[in-house]
């Protein structure tokens, strides 16, 4: 989003940069749907963080799944303490633009959430995604679970068949225990609602996850 150019590059502990103890302001709770925008996981449903490129459109994107009870867009798998929108930018905090689900399993199973995961967005292109550039974008599953990780690595074992049968190279996405999720700023969360002719720059590449929900890339 913006355009920014960032770093190809991940930075170290000792070259990121080392932020703040105090957390930045967010918005108090989803625009969309009103719960509060950090509520603790309700019993019997689980918590994933997805990174697909520009948060603004995947969080949309994952908002409208069925199933999905919370999301909220921010940063996380980098070194830089509370980071702000501004210093992910220079690509020297480490992070990823991410989206915290929370989701009933008895509604969507985490296959399928992983489904849209894939689907969504082009997860062969390393530390990009389309015309957005730099570490900030890569693709990620951040797990919570053992049996989210199982899926993770099934579902991308399924869908790299489907990606190497069209001609697509190999699946970059990076599959890791979900660390410090830092929220973003306010006017990130659920941007699209606030501002639906705004920037989305999510697309797939249409080709359909043996596992999942079958959604046509925009």
């Known amino acids: 989003m913006f355009s920014f150019r960032k770093s190809m590059e991940m930075p170290t502990a000792a070259t990121a940069l080392p932020g703040r103890e105090t957390p930045i302001e967010t918005a108090e709770r989803h625009f969309v749907t009103g719960v509060a925008l950090k509520e603790a996981v309700p019993p019997g449903m689980l918590e994933i963080f997805l990174g697909m490129g520009c948060f603004w459109g995947a969080e949309r994107r994952l908002w409208q799944t069925p199933g999905v009870y919370l999301t909220a867009a921010g940063y996380l798998g980098g070194f830089t303490k509370n980071p702000t929108y501004e210093e ?66 099934e579902t991308r074992k399924a869908y790299q068949v489907k990606l190497s049968e ?8 990076e599959i890791v225990p979900a660390g410090t999720f830092y929220y973003a700023e306010g006017y990130h969360q659920q941007y699209l609602a606030k501002n639906p002719n705004g920037y989305c720059g999510l697309g797939g590449t249409g080709v359909s996850c043996p596992i999942g929900l079958g959604l046509a890339a925009e």
């Open 88 to 153: 992910t930018c220079t690509g020297l905090t480490g992070h990823n633009e991410v989206v915290r689900v929370i989701y009933d399993p008895a509604t969507i199973s985490t296959e399928a959430l992983l489904g849209v995961f894939w689907e969504s967005h082009d997860p062969t292109q390393g530390m990009r995604q389309g015309n957005d550039i730099g570490t900030t974008y890569r693709s990620g599953v951040y797990f919570t679970t053992d049996e989210q990780r199982a899926a993770a690595h």
């Open 166 to 173: 069209a001609g697509y190279g190999p699946i970059t996405t």
